[in-house]
């Protein structure tokens, strides 16, 4: 019988933290130490590195998923491990999983197997404490909003006009909309808001491009919260309260420093969703990572269409950085889930035929940026030889580096091959990196370029929101901030069904909203929700606490 992933993380025997930090370069006094396996980083040390080269960046991304998620962090995990085997000097970067998915339908994010990042049970509850911190500064913002209403309303705030939200860490459909206002002891008008997933908090997105103290408070004092009576865009700096958002983050801004299961060093540091955030880990930490390491691994949530395109036209923007080289990680799963149609009588190759047009795409606009492509088959148990020689063949066949990755089953050894092709790839020609568009175009002409250029759509239509929103962003001379795209994950499209590489159709947009502290306009669309909801039998119900104290259920 196999053990479980949390049978396997718990006859590890980690390094002490302080062990990691030395092996990574990191001084003693730079870290600050919660127990013996994970620490805060100072942000001191990108000062005390200045001068350093970085080093090359290999981004991890994926084709379309399945809702269970097809492997890109045992794969970015089981990498690192194998590089590290290699003799390279290697970090890992990932962002800290969120509670919604833990104890919804996919699980947690620390990888699985002997792919995995350690301490688990802490990464994957409550870590050191980032997103409950995110999430307070954030909802500190919404009360301190009421207040100001309930004590005069100096600022001429539109009641109507406030689009300032809550958030939550925990899928609670029943708050996606509410009314709040209703005590008596209120004379603040009844008010509709609601609940948003703290990984899509704006506040989240701000700490995740955040790299010192002084950019944090900057980019707080940004948000903007509502419309005044003239038309005016309110701010957390209008309000007086993004001084004390960002004391309650003085913590949260510095990495999180820990380690794989064979010892490697690795960031996890903010969470913010692909699909509904730029879904990347921190741009200080893939900062102190370049300067610390030869190579630097660092996986974007979702697909290529969602967290790399994110990465590459935001994060690298804002923080200058050019990535080396992409590894699209394809499963059999997620290519089989694109047949749509019954399976079992046809030939393997017809099978994954939407599969790899699915791929394909998603390869062809990692190109558009000049990075190279390597693909990662990461294999599951159940996937038999011959299914694999016909995918590993016809990205042969395509002129396309590719491996396959077991780092689930085998740790770093299982990766060797997947490393020795990225390294491959990493010492011929360099990457030509260059983002997908300029940010002088205006906000449709992006939002367009995307989606006919990446998504393969043969138009954008706006529904009247987003109309009204457009002139909002127009009238507010916000057009020059980048694009992020909310849609589902699992299609190029807005509809989670239109599988393969899909044409013809076109994206709608129904909102869109200025996160003028953030730094980007995010564009909502199709259905996609800012709230998740639990599934009928979500995972916390296997979980548990034992009476000695230990977890029980997790994964």
């Not at 970085?54 to 981004?59: A, D, N, V």
């Not at 005069?152 to 406030?162: K, Q």
């Not at 706006?462 to 909002?472: G, N, P, R, S």
Request: charged share 25%.
């Amino acid at each position: 019988m196999s053990l479980s992933s949390l049978e396997i993380a718990r006859k590890a025997k980690p390094h002490h933290i302080h062990a990691v930090a030395a092996g990574a370069g990191i001084h003693a006094d730079e870290l600050e130490v919660y127990g013996s396996t994970k620490a805060k980083v100072s942000l001191a040390l990108l000062d005390r590195l200045a001068a350093r080269p970085q080093g090359k960046l290999i981004c991890v991304t994926g084709m379309t998923p399945t809702r269970e998620g097809d492997g890109k962090t045992c794969t970015s995990i089981g990498l690192t491990q194998a590089l590290d085997l290699l003799k390279k000097k290697v970090m890992l970067c990932l962002r800290e999983p969120s509670l919604a998915p833990i104890f919804g339908y996919k699980g947690g994010a620390t990888g699985g197997g002997y792919a995995q990042v350690l301490p688990m049970e802490d990464i994957n509850l409550h870590f050191t404490g980032d997103i409950h911190a995110i999430e307070i500064a954030h909802n500190l913002l919404a009360a301190v909003l009421d207040n100001h209403i309930q004590h005069g309303n100096a600022l001429r705030i539109d009641r109507d006009g406030i689009f300032w939200r809550r958030t939550l860490d925990i899928s609670d459909r029943q708050l996606r909309d509410i009314v709040t206002g209703v005590s008596k002891a209120s004379r603040f008008a009844r008010h509709k808001t609601g609940f948003d997933i703290t990984a899509a908090s704006e506040v989240m997105a701000a700490l995740s491009l955040s790299i010192s103290v002084h950019s944090l408070k900057s980019k707080l004092s940004k948000i903007s919260v509502a419309l005044s009576e003239d038309g005016r865009l309110i701010t957390a700096k209008d309000l007086k309260a993004s001084g004390a958002m960002a004391l309650l983050m003085k913590e949260a801004i510095k990495p999180n420093l820990v380690q794989t299961l064979e010892g490697q060093p690795v960031f996890v540091h903010t969470g913010p969703f692909a699909n509904v955030s730029h879904g990347n880990s921190s741009l200080v930490s893939a900062l102190m990572a370049l300067k610390l390491a030869t190579y630097v691994v660092t996986e974007s949530g979702f697909a290529a269409d969602l967290g790399l395109e994110k990465f590459f036209d935001i994060v690298c923007r804002e923080g200058g950085i050019k990535p080396s080289v992409a590894v699209l990680v394809v499963s059999l799963k997620a290519l089989k889930s694109h047949a749509g149609e019954f399976i079992a009588s046809k030939k393997w190759s017809d099978v994954f035929k939407e599969g790899f047009a699915n791929a394909d795409r998603h390869i062809q606009n990692i190109r558009k940026f000049g990075v190279p492509v390597v693909v990662a088959i990461n294999r599951f148990p159940d996937d038999t030889d011959d299914a694999v020689r016909v995918v590993k063949d016809y990205f042969s066949s395509q002129d396309v580096e590719c491996a396959v990755s077991e780092g689930v089953r085998l740790g770093g050894e299982g990766a060797v091959e997947l490393a020795e092709k990225v390294l491959k790839v990493l010492s011929g020609k360099s990457a030509q990196f260059s983002p997908f568009y300029e940010l002088g175009l205006s906000a449709e002409d992006k939002i367009h370029k995307i989606a006919t250029g990446l998504y393969g759509a043969s138009g954008v239509v706006y529904l009247d929101q987003a109309k009204e929103d457009l002139e909002l962003i127009r009238r507010q001379k916000l057009e020059h901030l980048p694009v992020n795209m909310a849609k589902t994950p699992y299609s190029f499209s807005d509809e989670p069904h239109l599988k393969g590489a899909p044409s013809g159709w076109k994206l709608k947009i129904r909102a869109i909203q200025p996160y003028t502290g953030a730094g980007f306009l995010v564009a909502l669309a199709g259905k996609m929700m800012l709230m998740p909801g639990l599934p009928e039998k979500p995972m916390l119900e296997g979980m548990d606490l034992g009476d000695d104290g230990e977890a029980k259920g997790l994964f």
